[in-house]
């Protein structure tokens, strides 16, 4: 705690207890309250930032004009050893983050990285430490691979039949029978397991044994493993959910997961209900995780309050119900979506060498940052991908290992989830009432045009197209017309 002569006294902006004096009135006066907590402001005598109701948390003094961010005043004055062994970094800080700042060479280094450990390994045993080491590897993978529990699939004599709630048209076989390309960005390859999305790199596998009927199914083996329905969930505790391999009633299996809010077509966790609906990989969120971006200190699943800021993607979390949060350090959360679906290392076509996550600025990087997928300039404050060989930078939305025409997204803020990461593109559509022939399901890029039915762009869309001519219409449309 950093020291001063008087005691200080905490205060917590949003707490009820904090009102006008005026408490006669009942709610009208409330909401006068509430306001006037949103309008507070002073200074932080640390860090001179303005000190207001979006931080929260701060301490004050009693019997001086002396205030503090809660996060300044509990970071120590200085560190040692962090830069060049000489060199002693003094702190710095900037809204809802803080730095290290060298008096000597002027280099700015991040607080994330030097964080005291707040908890023993024996006691987390289960801990999950993200990010997952590449694409490949999911929440269901660590939870289910080495599990030797009852199947969502039964497997006698390698032909598997599926639980009445996972179906499929054709009989399913083990990769053992049946040879297979495996995912491979670098060989035009893209393999999708069709449960949580994520590529498939290795066995073992169940896959769509009609070969006639050219389908693509395929499943990894240890999302043959997954509850067929989960009890007191955390997000919806009121009924059971059940999976699902489709949402019925959703057009083309494509909803929209309750949690994260991306689109998805993978399996799902259903309340008919509710009309609530989860994937596969939310269904499963940790209590706690530990992240490469803050190490050595626990987050904590919970359902986050209004204006706090992701640490990954910097975009507010009121869209949101939950977060990952740091209860020791009160301005770090990670979106789920950004610490489940952004792996440590990636591999893009663009790029033969593997690139790695990185948190900070490139070291001896001259020139500016640009992405070079978009071609866009971007903040090395905020994570990107980079590769130390050829000196490539992108986006982490413009980097996923999946293959796509055109990887990044519509707007030049959403930079860090790829919109169709829970997407499997593919398959036919066949309706006499949309068009004649045969429609096939992928992502509208900028030659597809406008949609022929409503005249928006097709671009970063999910829509349904004609190989044999030049109709293409978006899956909202295709909908409508095929009613």
């Known amino acids: 705690m950093f020291e001063h002569e008087h005691p200080l006294n905490f205060i917590d902006l949003w707490s009820k207890e904090l009102k006008h004096e005026e408490e006669d009135e009942e709610s009208e006066e409330e909401t006068e309250d509430l306001i006037s907590n949103q309008d507070f402001r002073c200074l932080c005598f640390r860090c001179d930032e303005e000190i207001n ?21 509990e970071l120590p004055e200085r560190l040692e050893g962090i830069c060049d062994v000489e060199h002693t970094l003094y702190f710095l800080t900037k809204w809802l983050y803080s730095d290290w700042k060298c008096g000597i060479c002027r280099r700015i280094h991040k607080s994330t990285g030097k964080t005291i450990k707040n908890y023993k390994d024996v006691e987390y045993p289960d801990l999950l430490h993200l990010p997952f080491p590449d694409p490949s590897y999911s929440i269901l993978k660590h939870l289910f691979f080495k599990k030797n529990g009852p199947c969502t699939l039964e497997v006698p004599n390698d032909v598997t039949k599926t639980h009445d709630n996972i179906s499929h048209q054709h009989s399913l076989v083990s990769s053992r029978i049946k040879s297979i390309s495996f995912h491979d960005p670098m060989k035009r390859i893209e393999l ?4 949580c999305l994520r590529p498939i790199t290795t066995t073992p596998i169940y896959m769509c044994g009609n070969e006639d009927d050219h389908c693509n199914f395929v499943l990894h083996e240890w999302c043959s493993r997954l509850p067929t329905e989960l009890k007191d969930h955390h997000d919806h505790p009121e009924h059971t ?10 057009f083309f299996g494509v909803f929209t997961c309750n949690i994260c809010y991306l689109p998805c077509n993978g399996f799902v966790y259903y309340c008919k209900k509710c009309e609530y609906h989860i994937d596969v990989n939310c269904a499963f969120l940790p209590k706690e995780i530990t992240h490469a ?9 919970n359902v986050n309050a209004p204006y706090y800021i992701c640490k990954i993607c910097y975009k507010y979390l009121w869209d949101e119900k939950l977060s990952y949060s740091c209860h020791i350090c009160d301005n770090f959360h990670l979106h789920p979506k950004c610490a489940l679906l952004i792996p440590e290392t990636t591999t893009h076509k663009c790029d033969r060498h593997p690139m790695k996550l990185s948190y900070f600025p490139i070291e001896n990087h001259k020139s500016e940052y640009f992405c070079e997928i978009c ?3 971007f903040d090395p404050e905020l994570p990107f991908y980079h590769c130390h060989e050829c000196m490539q930078s992108m986006h982490p939305a413009c980097a996923p290992s999946i ?3 055109e990887t990044y997204t519509s707007t030049r803020y959403d930079r ?14 066949n309706n006499i009432k949309v068009h004649e022939h045969p429609l096939s ?12 039915k409503c005249y928006y762009k097709l671009q970063f869309k999910m829509i349904f197209k004609c190989l044999n001519c030049k109709f293409a219409v978006d899956i909202d449309c295709c909908k409508y017309l095929s009613r």
């Open 293 to 301: 971006s803050h190490p050595n200190h626990l987050l904590s699943r």
């Open 53 to 73: 109701w979006f931080h929260r948390y701060y301490y004050t003094c009693g019997q001086c004009d002396y205030s503090m961010h809660k996060f300044c005043a």
């Open 375 to 377: 071609e866009e300039e």
């Open 416 to 429: 860090a989830i790829y919109k169709f990461v829970n997407v499997k593109f593919g398959g036919t559509y």
């Open 403 to 405: 293959l796509r025409y």
């Open 192 to 195: 999708l397991c069709n449960g």
């Open 241 to 250: 959910l059940f999976l699902h391999s489709t949402v019925l009633g959703k």
């Open 441 to 452: 399901f992928v992502q509208g890029i900028e030659s597809d045009g406008e949609c022929l």
